[in-house]
């Protein structure tokens, strides 16, 4: 289904031909002591797996490291659909560097946003992954819609309906888009993915802005489980930061209607009860999870929560297998399972 006057996003509960996913292979992404790459490897390899579980994987990689990649990857049964590219990489969060897929005109198509390390951030490089976005296009066989702005996929969420989910702080930061105002993004969100309806979230987890963070993000923030039904990071302990930033945005989603005039209904999805560690209040967050074809691919932090969370999101999508990961690895390096995976829809 596509807008009548251009591209739409659809929903990434729709059906997938597959998921994108980028290896890591230098930076802090992947570590610099002997057990830090290998925690990295490993849970990159363990997302992989989970969702090939569901639906085939490609996972680019830079030259570097295709042996190692293919150590983790391959030979771990036919089960597992995944097939290594060769890419040039900087760093390996797929969902911000890869393009975001769209249906025009009955067909598929892929927007190319500009990509700059997240505003630009002093520890980032992007040289190789600003090129992404286009090459995994290429590879996809689907045309290009470059956009000016800059904008990563972990910043938006959608409901298929022309509804985005998006913050003041990652879109409208001066580092990312200077100058640019609600009404040019709005403008260039409905150019590119279809959006007609725009639900402002003020910011994102306290956690995302410190140095390895992405400033605010929604995708851990809150995510469309359906149309009309929104899934909200919900932080109960009033001593956590986002204790304050989750009834902001309940607020905000409370208020709001959807691209068909719908009232949303908000579902609050339970933080960890873990509040801390070594470098101050945690993100982790159970929203930032995949849909797959059949399944979904959930973050777990070996936190007495897991099994509550986890039971929410399999109310949320019935009919799914909730397959959960041990997500703290991802976290450490500032994301989570929506952040290292892309959803290509099936033509």
């Known amino acids: 289904m596509s807008s009548a006057s251009g591209p739409l996003m659809p929903a990434e509960w729709e059906t997938h031909e597959r998921t994108w996913m980028a290896w890591p292979s230098s930076g802090y992404t992947l570590g610099d002591t002997p057990d830090e790459v290998t925690s990295a490897r490993t849970t990159w390899a363990a997302v992989a797996r989970a969702v ?10 830079d030259p570097s490291a ?34 975001t897929f769209v249906r025009t005109d009955g067909t598929l198509a892929a927007v190319d946003w500009v990509f700059n390390g997240w505003g630009a951030q002093s520890w980032a490089s992007w040289e190789q992954d600003a090129k992404v976005a286009t090459l995994v296009a290429g590879m996809a066989e689907v045309d290009v819609i470059p956009s000016p702005i800059v904008n990563e996929g972990g910043g938006i969420h959608v409901d298929g309906e022309g509804t985005v989910l998006l913050t003041e702080t990652v879109q409208l930061d001066p580092g990312r888009n200077p100058g640019a105002t609600r009404t040019d993004i709005e403008a260039e969100l409905a150019r590119t993915i279809g959006a007609t309806t725009f639900l402002w979230l003020p910011r994102g987890l306290t956690r995302d802005y410190d140095e390895f963070g992405t400033r605010g993000h929604v995708d851990i923030v809150a ?33 709001a209607t959807d691209a068909r005039g719908r009232s949303l209904t908000v579902v609050r999805v339970p933080a960890p009860i873990t509040l801390t560690d070594d470098e101050g209040p ?7 999870h995949l849909v797959c074809n059949g399944g979904v691919v959930a973050c777990t932090f070996d936190d007495a929560q897991d099994e509550r969370a986890l039971d ?36």
């Open 52 to 61: 090939a579980r569901f639906e085939p994987v490609t996972m680019l990689v």
């Open 66 to 99: 295709l042996e190692v990649a293919r150590g983790y990857l391959e030979g771990n049964g036919t089960e597992h659909d995944i097939t290594l590219v060769e890419a040039a990489l900087d760093d390996a969060w797929m969902r911000d560097i890869g393009p």
């Open 223 to 255: 995510c469309f489980a359906e149309p009309g039904v929104v899934l909200l990071h919900w932080q109960e302990d009033e001593s956590h930061p986002d204790h304050d930033v989750s009834r902001e945005a309940e607020a905000v989603l409370l208020g």
């Open 282 to 288: 945690v993100d982790w967050s159970y929203i930032n």
């Open 312 to 347: 929410v999101l399999r109310s949320a999508y019935p009919g799914r297998e909730v397959v959960g990961v041990d997500a703290r690895p991802l976290f450490d390096r500032g994301g989570g399972i929506h952040c290292i995976t892309q959803q290509q829809p099936r033509r």
